[in-house]
């Protein structure tokens, strides 16, 4: 069942601009009538040239809007100066509403540049139908939807690329400033290096708002990631062209940079400098490596089946066996994720941890035990040969030094599954070797 309908009248065709009124009446009209049961939610779409034509605009497309009651609280006019600007604010609407499936009515000539914007905004949560306007207009029943049209030019595909990359770029930062942690035990001097926090970005779903960093197909924040990262790279210094981020698969895979990526990992080196390495984290543990000596850092992901695999002393290894490092001379920062105050796993996973050291399980006995994979982490890798006051985490005798906070604790600073559920955001920790 459709959810909702937009309504494309931003760039009509001459032909069809001396009937909009009739188009929007007689298209609102068959909306109305092919749904007695659900009326949905309906966006007319609509180009607003200069601030002083808006409300002219708006009377002129009053009498088409007055007589349809039942869509009258469910219908909104969205006037913008680009199709982009358009497009992000419906979809702003949508997601407050979670809705996903959408019918767009729109003249035929702007099928495929409409599925363009839309490839580049919406991920796979949501599902589009096209109808072509003027047979909206001659027929009682809503058509079927049309096949595929032609792929656009790459000179539009870019434009259209830039055009919502500037709309994007002239948006406020949500929640605050962007704010990075940092760790005085890793030197400024040779290494640029941090841990997100959620302020500072332009991610509006509550569960991802503000500075979300990772997308998927299953969540509804895409090409604004890449504007988060755009802001970060620009207030931590880097370069987000050169930035690698690690493929979870919540095992110890490490990828070395420069040789063939795996399918997925979830460590990564480097000894060149300039390329940002960085691993996500909402719970699981975002860790950094640095050896000054060697010039060699890394980042890995360790949730709790990473931690048992040892995807950090992995991590360490790679450095050893691809830089020459020694194991002494790597220093490792814990970033914030999810404490033993508010991490449980059902009994047997927590045997695991168990076996590690019983001081990594809380109320053993209990059918779901709290577990704490920093501990977990800390001590294979002491037990890997590094030195304990190279390894920083949240037993840090300076709490003011502190960066390993507890994502689940802190809602106004941290992204966390374990409170948010499954359309949760990211943080990141991210390293570089400075230029």
């Not at 298209?27 to 180009?47: G, Q």
């Not at 702007?110 to 096209?130: N, S, W």
């Not at 590690?356 to 037990?383: G, H, M, Q, W």
Request: with cysteine; proline share 5%; glycine share 6%.
């Amino acid at each position: 069942m459709v959810e909702a309908v937009l309504i494309d009248l931003f760039s009509l065709p001459d032909n069809l601009q001396n009937n909009i009124q009739g188009l929007l009446c007689n298209t609102l009209e068959t909306i109305e009538k092919c749904s007695s049961i659900h009326a949905p939610f309906v966006y007319v779409m609509c180009c607003q040239r200069q601030g002083s034509e808006r409300k002219g605009e708006q009377e002129f497309l009053l009498p088409a809007l007055g007589g349809f009651q039942r869509l009258k609280r469910r219908l909104e006019v969205v006037h913008a100066l680009t199709t982009a600007a358009a497009l992000y604010t419906i979809k702003q609407r949508l997601d407050e509403k979670d809705l996903s499936i959408i019918k767009v009515i729109l003249p035929t000539l702007r099928k495929d540049l409409m599925k363009a914007y839309i490839d580049h905004l919406f991920t796979a949560v949501y599902q589009f139908e096209y109808e072509d306007l003027q047979a909206v207009f001659v027929s009682e029943n809503l058509p079927e939807p049309q096949g595929e049209g032609q792929t656009l030019p790459s000179q539009d595909m870019a434009l259209i690329q830039s055009e919502i990359q500037r709309h994007l770029e002239s948006l406020p930062s949500l929640k605050g400033e962007l704010t990075i942690l940092r760790s005085s035990l890793i030197p400024a001097d040779i290494f640029l290096h941090g841990f997100t926090t959620r302020t500072g970005g332009i991610s509006y779903i509550p569960t991802l708002s503000s500075c979300n960093l990772f997308s998927s197909s299953k969540r509804r924040d895409p090409h604004v990631v890449k504007e988060n990262l755009r802001r970060l790279a620009n207030a931590a210094g880097f370069n987000p062209e050169a930035f690698h981020r690690v493929k979870v698969n919540h095992a110890n895979a490490v990828c070395i940079m420069g040789k063939t990526e795996p399918d997925s990992y979830d460590g990564i080196v480097t000894n060149q400098k300039g390329v940002t390495l960085a691993a996500p984290g909402a719970d699981c543990i975002p860790v950094l490596f640095a050896d000054p000596v060697r010039k060699a850092c890394g980042a890995a992901h360790s949730g709790w089946k990473g931690t048992l695999l040892g995807v950090s002393m992995a991590t360490v290894n790679a450095m050893v066996s691809e830089y020459g490092c020694n194991v002494k001379d790597i220093l490792v920062v814990l970033g914030p994720s999810v404490g033993p105050c508010c991490y449980k796993l059902p009994h047997e996973s927590a045997k695991e941890f168990h076996r590690i050291d019983p001081k990594c399980v809380r109320l053993f006995d209990s059918a779901n035990p709290y577990i704490d994979i920093r501990r977990a982490t800390r001590i294979l890798l002491e037990r890997g040969g590094l030195l304990p006051e190279n390894i920083q985490d949240d037993s840090v005798t300076d709490q003011n030094q502190n960066v390993t906070f507890c994502t689940a604790c802190h809602p106004d600073k941290f992204y966390s599954h374990v409170r948010d559920g499954t359309n949760f955001g990211t943080q990141i920790g991210f390293i570089s070797i400075k230029d």
